[in-house]
């Protein structure tokens, strides 16, 4: 099975070009299909940084965005251009491991089987006080509307099928709703716990109350979204081709198919 890893970054320099490096050395070759590093636009030196890295790994590849537009549209561009129907995803911040993403890839389900997510749980989490009491609790309120049983939405890191997530209806800020979304449309979830890094350099582009006032107001959208999708599943899926395999294998029942099919045709 191999993959494409998706990193996206906004104003990363002096993380976003180790954590590649590190992706290329912890992920084994028959794996790692290919890297997109994701530029939402920055003004720093995050560019330069992945473009020097393009001749060093011929499987890298660089998309940058031509205004700012979240860490959702990133992860949407990158997916969308992925060649590979497996699709990993880590923070462009470096704390998540790439070191996780075999084990990750491991508890997947394999082509058409579940489960088609694997989600990251951060052990030991790393950073202030305040913003992992933040994260708790937006875990708890979001889990008590939306019922996902998802311990620990905000990790970056997860690994899930190309396909599935490109069926999902996209909006800014969906990649905080990924095991919710996934939930609704039919698939199941898997978690592993993963190792949580602290940022070398730079800043969190987020704040503890931006997250909290995003986070209620989309947290209305989604629960309405939700609770108006429905995915019946399918009971039969037959093509003209079974018809004729059946009458070329039994005939006379072929015959009594047709015979019945003209009987509720006259009736109708």
């Not at 191999?2 to 996206?8: F, G, Q």
């Not at 002096?14 to 084994?28: A, C, D, H, K, S």
């Not at 979830?189 to 107001?217: F, H, M, W």
């Amino acid at each position: 099975m191999r993959i494409s890893v998706v990193i996206p970054a906004f104003n990363e320099e002096g993380n976003i070009g180790r954590l590649i490096e590190e992706t290329y050395t912890e992920v084994p070759s028959e794996t790692l299909g290919e890297v997109l590093a994701v530029d939402d636009a920055s003004d720093d030196g995050t560019a330069a940084e992945i473009k020097a890295l393009l001749s060093k790994y011929p499987s890298l590849r660089y998309l940058r965005h031509g205004r700012r537009a979240g860490q959702s549209a990133a992860l949407r561009t990158a997916v969308a251009a992925a060649r590979f129907p497996v699709i990993a995803t880590m923070d462009g911040d470096g704390q998540n491991d790439p070191r996780d993403i075999v084990k990750l890839v491991l508890k997947l389900g394999g082509e058409g089987r579940e489960p088609a997510m694997v989600a990251g749980i951060r052990e030991g989490r790393k950073g202030p006080g305040s913003r992992k009491l933040a994260s708790r609790f937006a875990n708890w309120i979001r889990d008590k509307v939306l019922a996902d049983g998802c311990p620990d939405t905000g990790c970056g890191i997860k690994v899930y099928r190309r396909d599935a997530y490109l069926d999902l209806p996209y909006f800014t800020s969906m990649h905080r709703y990924l095991p919710a979304f996934f939930l609704t449309y039919g698939h199941e979830i898997a978690y592993e716990g993963v190792n949580d890094r602290p940022r070398l350099r730079g800043a969190s582009k987020y704040t503890n109350l931006g997250r909290a006032l995003i986070g209620l107001y989309d947290l209305v959208g989604v629960s309405w979204l939700r609770r108006r999708t429905l995915i019946p599943p399918i009971a039969e899926d037959l093509t003209g081709a079974d018809a004729v395999s059946v009458e070329a294998e039994n005939p006379a029942g072929g015959l009594k198919v047709r015979a019945e099919t003209r009987a509720r045709s006259k009736k109708g």
